[in-house]
């Protein structure tokens, strides 16, 4: 495919200088990351365009670029700082993502006025300007270039390419996470819930992870927009466009899952998961309100109130990623973890037994160690774009580990036959379903395991990439 361009808030990528000065960079893990990679594939030319995240970033970005990084060509865009500050930690991850998660307590926030929109338009917009910007430079002399927009960093960025590279570039948008009903939409002021709408609509394929999200963004359209839909087809009319409205369930790479599973890092990392005593229940989750781990927490001191004879049957370790420190409500979030860690430890522990592990660290071999020792998965997300843990632990766990799933998460509607259901609300309700997951029967497990695994190899981020690639293919040749 010629002039491929993918654009990213968070990139592939980040260069830092080494001690002897020499310019050097790390790569990107997480899900999202993984599986731009695999769309980066599509094309030898591929560009991927992402932020400048780190000093050395912001020197690779005045050097204009592409810049070549192993199989990579990767272009940094430069924001100021202020901007950046504003779209990060006032819009996008507070505001957008709340809304998008349902995280907000309405009665109480949130208040919106006149900085909100400052924010908005100094910073939202600004670093969306900054992104079309980049990607017109990427494509210049191109005819028709495939310009692959992610997640709600960038909701205003269809738009403003459109504007920037005209009518016969292919531009799409996938978003990462939930699309709320359209009520949920209604919290957020005019220029932005409309503003984001309008813009979504100058993209060719808007695309999320599950067929629930697809039809509440056309139930949004027709709603707050006022616009005719073909929720049948999935399509809208916009401005003499066809907007397709897509579902492409994101997934993993099971093969590299298994290769790391069998990695020197991971092996010296069991040692330490196996020393754990008693069955392993597991949760492993980015630090966010979204993953309801205070309440996971809750329902695992319930389950030991309500089944004493647990006590000391049972670690709980909790691999949790530090994320978005410095937004208040994040930074809250983590004391209320810490704080309910020690209330289930005091009120359960003994001298010879700790209920709860609680490891605040970014170790990915770790958690791989752990994907493959747990008698039970706890994955109870208020709401989830898809959860790739579920997936990835699946592939390489090897005990016929139970999964617990939240019915908020995207990946519910793949993996609910394989797992242990669970309103992510209702503490009881996940009390007994982790206690039914320690507790099954062999056969049963059996069971379900193998069906968690073969639906992931069912559909891997190879299909994944493949169904978009030939939605383009068929967009453009309509
Ligand atoms: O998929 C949701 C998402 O926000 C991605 O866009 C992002 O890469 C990831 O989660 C981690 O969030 P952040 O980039 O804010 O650390």
Redesign the pocket.
Known sequence: MDGLVIVS??GAVTFFRAESGERTYSRGA?G?VTALNAVSRQSENAVWVSSATSDEDLSVAKEGGPYEVEDLRVSLVEHDPEAYDLMYNRIA?PLLWFVHHGLYNLPFSPDFGEDTKDAWERGYVRVNENFAEAVAKMVEGEESPTILLH?Y?LYMAPKLVREKVGGDAFVSLFV??PWPEPDSWRVLPNYIREGVLESLLHANVVAFHTNRYARAFLSTVEEVLGFEVDAENGVVRAGGREVWVRAYPISIDPSEFEELSGSEAVLEEEEYIKSLPGKLLLRVD?MDLSKNIVRGFRAYGRMLEKHPGMRGEVTFLAQLQP??GGIPEYDAYADEIREVVEEVNEAYGTSEWKPVELSIEDNFPRSVAAYKNYDALLVNAVRD?MNLVAKEAAVVNEKDGVLILSEGAGAYEELKDGAITVNPFDLDEQAEAIYEALTMLEEERREKADLLRRTVHSNTIEDWVEAQMKDIAAYRRR
Request: hydrophobic letters at 15%.
């Open positions: 808030n968070r997480g999202l991850n997640d960093q990462h996470i980015r994320s978005r774009g």
